[in-house]
């Protein structure tokens, strides 16, 4: 299994720019989610996903939509790159239910808006 | 208001010494508390998971502890070596079903030879 996998690992964009990051995972894991992690803080949630077809907002979504049409992909999109949303971005995905589940990081995007 | 602070924020050590990271939480309710290793341009990775009645639980040379009275959890490293050099993360999901979890800032380790 790879796991979960992002890409692209590094990205530069211009204030205004839109894109999209990609997650996906080969462990058909139904729960799915984005966070972002900036310096000296700890991650924050911004979308996640309990299965296909279903997305609902984390604590820092403005910015970013997502959509879930298979089970393996979770893709990310900003809108409209602004500078505060330079930061390292993962993508999760999680095995069980209730209390015992684990949870799975993709290595990473890393963007920078200039 | 649900937190999670860790101390110290950061640590060096020589390699092989023990070390203790601590983490607080004032989240509520309570139902586990994890642990997590973060190399240095890497994803999170999952070291323990403790459950409202574990108190202790142990992963090779990590331990960690928890004490649901004082809303306090340690991790405890032995004999260090160079790979522990991490950032080690303390989390405590708000709302298991939704995932909503409170990260803490980490406490970054570096083991010098």
């Known amino acids: 299994n790879a796991g979960v996998t992002q890409t692209p690992k590094f990205q530069v964009l211009k204030t205004g720019q839109s894109m999209t990051l990609q997650c996906a995972q080969d462990?058909?894991?139904?729960?799915m989610s984005w966070y972002r992690q900036d310096p000296g803080m700890g991650l924050r949630l911004i979308h996640y996903?309990?299965?296909?077809?279903?997305?609902d907002q984390g604590e820092v979504p403005n910015g970013y939509n997502v959509s879930r049409s298979t089970t393996e992909d979770f893709p990310l999109r900003l809108l409209s790159a602004a500078p505060s949303q330079t930061s390292v971005y993962f993508c999760?995905?999680?095995?069980?239910?209730?209390?015992?589940?684990?949870?799975?990081f993709g290595p990473g995007t890393r963007l920078t808006v200039t | 208001k649900n937190q999670v602070e860790q101390s110290p924020q950061s640590l060096i050590i020589l390699e092989g010494k023990n070390c203790t990271l601590q983490?607080?939480?004032?989240?509520?309710?309570?139902?586990?508390l994890r642990w997590y290793k973060q190399d240095t341009g890497r994803g999170p990775v999952s070291l323990t998971i403790?459950?409202?009645?574990?108190n202790t639980k142990s992963n090779g040379r990590y331990t960690a502890t928890l004490d649901a009275d004082t809303k306090q959890s340690s991790l405890h490293i032995t004999a260090s070596q160079l790979s522990d050099s991490a950032s080690y993360i303390c989390?405590?999901?708000?709302?298991?079903?939704?995932?909503?979890?409170?990260f803490g800032d980490g406490t970054t380790l570096t083991v010098k030879p």
């Open positions: 983490c607080n939480y004032t989240v509520s309710p309570f139902s586990n």
């Open positions: 999760a995905s999680r095995s069980g239910t209730g209390d015992s589940y684990e949870q799975y």
């Open positions: 403790m459950t409202f009645s574990e």
């Open positions: 462990m058909n894991h139904e729960y």
């Open positions: 996903s309990v299965g296909a077809g279903i997305t």
């Open positions: 989390v405590v999901p708000r709302n298991t079903n939704a995932g909503k979890s409170t």
